[in-house]
């Protein structure tokens, strides 16, 4: 694996890659890498013959200090993992190589994924996601660029981002949650939790399936109150338990019985969030 720093020597790098006529994976990730991350890997080697993961930190995507600060940082560890994993490149950047100085910071149109679920409880999140990935789309120009659907909202955002930049002509891949054996969503944030924290975060995901099967035809409201309640029980404090369009992401108060639904979560087990979605 060739590690570069700088964007000037990645693109050289990428460029002359390209022109030989091979295609480029991307896999941006903020580090503190798991199984999760490197199934990622294993779909962009599966579909391109070079596959560059990124890790950055991005600060513009964190509505709260603390928690850009006590993001884990597992670096040695990670270069390990792509390592082994078979990754070709990964890029390292520096604040200033993501957004040089004297640049300023554009204004993404992603309309009302900007305000609902994640986009009301973490203010500016998405326009800081937006920030990061189109600056890194513009570096490392690839074909595919992977992303995890446990990040579902995020998904749709950056999908909205490839429609606002339709000539990077990328194909986004969204590839499944990695679980743990508990059923707990694999995060890095999950490396913060105590040993008690971490015996009852799985509980998010047990709400979801247990909201899951209970859905039926008619008004929601009494699903949803029931996993706000199962979790608030267990000690979590909710931001939401909600059930939306799972191509729109417009909330469902009431269901048809045919709309496409997804479920999702978020709920913080004292200053951890943790997140989580499935597809119904
Ligand atoms: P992050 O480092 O948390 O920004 O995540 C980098 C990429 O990995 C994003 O596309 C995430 O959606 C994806 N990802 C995070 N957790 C998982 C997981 N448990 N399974 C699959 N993909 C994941």
Excluded at 135 to 154: A, M, N, T, W
Excluded at 223 to 242: H, I, T
Aim: with cysteine; proline share 5%.
């Amino acid at each position: 694996m060739t590690l570069f720093r700088k964007t000037a020597d990645l693109q050289k790098y990428l460029s002359s890659l390209t022109a030989a006529g091979k295609t480029i994976g991307f896999v941006p990730t903020m580090g503190a890498l798991h199984a999760g991350h490197l199934s990622l890997i294993q779909s962009s080697k599966a579909g391109n013959s070079i596959s560059v993961c990124s890790i950055f930190v991005n600060p513009t995507q964190f509505n709260v200090a603390a928690d850009f600060q006590k993001y884990p940082v597992t670096l040695e560890k990670d270069i390990l993992a792509l390592e082994q994993e078979g990754c070709d490149v990964l890029f390292l950047p520096s604040v200033d190589e993501v957004y040089p100085p004297g640049t300023s910071a554009s204004h993404y149109d992603i309309g009302f994924l900007e305000t609902v679920l994640e986009g009301k409880y973490r203010p500016g999140h998405f326009q800081g996601v937006c920030q990061v990935v189109d600056r890194l789309l513009e570096i490392v120009r690839p074909s595919d660029l992977y992303l995890g659907q446990k990040d579902y909202q995020q998904c749709m955002v950056i999908r909205r981002l490839l429609e606002l930049k339709a000539d990077r002509d990328c194909e986004l891949h969204v590839r499944p949650t990695l679980r743990e054996p508990d059923g707990l969503a694999m995060s890095s944030r999950n490396m913060r939790l105590t040993k008690e924290e971490r015996a009852i975060a799985p509980a998010i995901y047990e709400s979801l399936i247990a909201l899951k099967k209970n859905l039926a035809p008619g008004a929601l409201g009494d699903v949803k109150n029931q996993a706000v309640n199962f979790l608030e029980d267990r000690g979590f404090k909710v931001d939401y338990v909600e059930i939306a369009h799972a191509h729109t992401l417009q909330l469902i108060d009431r269901w048809d019985g045919k709309q496409p639904l997804v479920v999702l979560a978020a709920a913080f087990l004292n200053d951890v969030r943790l997140i989580d979605n499935v597809i119904v």
